[in-house]
Structure formats: structure tokens, C-alpha cells
T-cell receptor
């Protein structure tokens, strides 16, 4: 079975500082990893994904994520946080190995607050 | 190109009433999904479809039914609503393949009294 964990319910960071939102996963095959952002009363917006290749993935709005196979992690990062980055962030995984591979399993979300 | 749209945006039901949520996508995607979002629980998959005329159960299918009569539409039905079905419902669609991104609609907020 595939699963994903976001160990922090909330992350607070000062504007201009680097931010990290953590994600770890568990799959039996190759992982396909995604990050989404949700602003209040809105749907989920796709940020970036890792399928294969370079472990550092760059996405929208200056975000990037690093895939670490040995640590089964896919942490979201940004060099300099903006107040407008304040939102709910979801990590999701799909197991590339056979049954259930249509399904995307989401973490419980991490609320990011960027303090002016 | 509207992407994924959902109707209605908000609805209040009484226990035992029925309703249908409509999802439409204009991206010619084969796959469509229905999720529910509850505080502290992330998104959980209710049902999904890998093509017109096909549906399958997800993680939390009980109390819901779905239909995909047209490729662009995916309907979620509640036959007899219960307070436990108070939630925000999101529809998503994607192309075929493990690497494909799911694109989400704006959501339907449902309150069951």
C-alpha cells in the first residue's frame, strides 16, 4: 500500500527566510510524487512533480523539491518566502507498481504561515 | 479553457435527502476522480473513472454512487445524505499514465444537517 506523511501540521517562517515543508512516502514500486497548494476556499493547484531523472525538481512560483530515495523523502523548498506563500500544502504519491496505481494518496497537509 | 468545473459550489441538505454533484472537464482527460476533504485528514478518494462508462471504488466509497456517461462529465450521487457526509468535495481529472498530473476543480461545500 502507498502512503505519505507530512510530519508538521504547521510551519511558520519569516518573510525572506528559506522555507521547507517536509514529506516522506512509502510505496512498493517506483514513486511518483506531487506537491499541491491550496489557498483558502479554493481548489488544489499543482506545484511540481517528480517522475524520474534529476532529484531536484523546479516548479511554479519559485518552489522546488528534492527527491531523496534513501530517505524516502520529497521535501518542498523555497529560498525566500513571501507572505503570499501562506497556504495549505499537500504532498501526494502514486505507486508506479501495478494495482492501485491510478490512485493518488495525499498527506494530511501542512499549513504554512509566512510572517511579515 | 475552463479546466475542471463543479456544480454547485455550496449546498445544505437535510439528513436523508439526496443530491447529485456534477463535475465537468474540457481537457479531454480519460481519468476522473472524486475526493472529499475533511479537516486534518487530507484528501481521500471516493470513486474514480478510467474512461467513459467505467467507475471504480476508492478509499471511502460507502454512501456514494457515481456515473460517467460522457467522457467530460463525472457525477457523484448521495442517495440518502448523512451528517458524516458534511465535507468539501473535489473533482479532478488527468490524462492516462502514472506520470500524469491531476487537475482539480474549485470544490463543492456540502453541509448535511
Amino acid at each position: 500500500a502507498q502512503s505519505v506523511a507530512q510530519p508538521e501540521d504547521q510551519v511558520n517562517v519569516a518573510e525572506g527566510n528559506p522555507l521547507t515543508v517536509k514529506c516522506t512516502y512509502s510505496v512498493s514500486g517506483n514513486p511518483y510524487l506531487f506537491w499541491y497548494v491550496q489557498y483558502p476556499n479554493r481548489g488544489l493547484q499543482f506545484l511540481l512533480k517528480y517522475i524520474t531523472g534529476d532529484n531536484l525538481v523546479k516548479g511554479s512560483y519559485g518552489f522546488e523539491a528534492e527527491f531523496n530515495k534513501s530517505q524516502t523523502s520529497f521535501h518542498l523548498k523555497k529560498p525566500s518566502a513571501l507572505v503570499s506563500d501562506s497556504a495549505l500544502y499537500f504532498c501526494a504519491v502514486r505507486d508506479g507498481a501495478g494495482a492501485g496505481s491510478y490512485q493518488l494518496t495525499f498527506g494530511k497537509g501542512t499549513k504554512l504561515s509566512v510572517i511579515p | 479553457n475552463a479546466g475542471v468545473t463543479q456544480t454547485p459550489k455550496f449546498r445544505v441538505l437535510k439528513t436523508g435527502q439526496s443530491m447529485t454533484l456534477l463535475c465537468a472537464q474540457d481537457m479531454n482527460h480519460e481519468y476522473m476522480y472524486w475526493y472529499r476533504q475533511d479537516p486534518g485528514m487530507g484528501l481521500r478518494l471516493i470513486h474514480y473513472s478510467v474512461g467513459e462508462g467505467t467507475t471504480a471504488k476508492g478509499e471511502v466509497p460507502d454512501g456514494y454512487n457515481v456515473s460517467r456517461l460522457k467522457k467530460q462529465n463525472f457525477l457523484l450521487g448521495l442517495e440518502s445524505a448523512a451528517p458524516s457526509q458534511t465535507s468539501v468535495y473535489f473533482c479532478a481529472s488527468s490524462g492516462q499514465g502514472y506520470q500524469e498530473t491531476q487537475y482539480f476543480g474549485p470544490g463543492t461545500r456540502l453541509l448535511v444537517l
